[in-house]
Structures are given as C-alpha cells and as structure tokens.
C-alpha cells in the first residue's frame, strides 16, 4: 500500500509525526541534576549544584519539581543574556557529601532554544506618551493602538 492508496489524515499524521521527531532531535536540550531538601512538612527546597543561585521550592515534590524547571529555564536564559559563561552539567557522583545525604537527586531536562524563542516572541507591555486628543480619536476610530505601533516598528526597521 503506498501513500497515495491511504487515507489522507493517515498521511498527514505520519508526516507531522516526521516533523516532530525532526524538530525534537535538532532541538538542544540540556539536563542538569538538582538537589531536593525535604521538609518535615513535606515541602522540598531545591538547587543546582552546578548553578549557584539557581533556587526554588514547593509545597510538594510535584510542585518542587515544576518550579525547578521554570527556575533552571530562567535562570540558563539569564546566563544567556548576560553573556556569562554557562557550566557543563556535572556527574552527580562528584556531588558533595552534604550534597547527597537525605536528599534526592534529580534530573531536571530543559530546551534552552524553546525557551529562548518563547522569551523573545513574549508579549510584553510598553508605555508610550501622545496627546489626549490623538488618544481618544483612535479609541473612537477603535484602533487597537499595540498592533498599530508594533506594524509601525516593523516597518520603521524594515523587518516586514
């Protein structure tokens, strides 16, 4: 049977399957290996060795383990920014002593470029200053007025 005999959304679901797998592999990804402190309480705090301030918590290992992500996410991309150098994740047997005892250690896996493209295409809010007049008339004229200057900025850059 070859494609053109199956059914169409068998085709498509092969060849988007295909895409995601391709997109996945030439993806990067980089797992770190985080500390988890449990609490009495059933909280758990948690670092990365590797990445000193690197920090969070939650009031379950659930929740410690999704803020973790966020907080690696956050944390690589600010190195990013920063231009700091970013360390190569470590084996967890060279982990101290103090490290290890009574605590779980845990990978956390992120995808540095996801990450970055989700970052950089955030909507994010700025202030501008126009004169009350030119303000209402595009309210009554119903311009929506971030579209209007993010058009404006495209084209002032020569990006469209």
Not at 116 to 143: D, F, S
Request: aromatic content about 12%.
């Amino acid at each position: 049977m070859g494609i053109s005999d199956r059914e169409p959304s068998a085709v498509f679901s092969d060849r988007l399957a295909y895409v995601i797998e391709y997109a996945f592999r030439r993806t990067m990804k980089k797992t770190y290996f985080a500390v988890f402190e449990p609490d009495p309480s059933g909280a758990y705090s948690v670092y990365f060795p590797d990445l000193p301030g690197c920090i969070t918590v939650g009031d379950t290992f659930e929740q410690a383990s999704a803020h973790a992500r966020e907080a690696l996410d956050l944390h690589y991309y600010g190195l990013q920014e920063d231009h700091d150098p970013i360390p190569d994740p470590s084996d967890p047997s060279r982990f101290s002593r103090e490290d290890i005892e009574g605590n779980l250690i845990v990978p956390v896996t992120i995808f540095p470029d996801e990450f970055r493209n989700y970052m950089e295409n955030k909507r994010v809010k700025t202030n501008c200053t126009i004169p009350k007049w030119l303000k209402r008339a595009g309210e009554e004229a119903g311009i929506n007025f971030s579209r209007l200057l993010e058009n404006a900025l495209k084209q002032e850059l020569h990006l469209q």
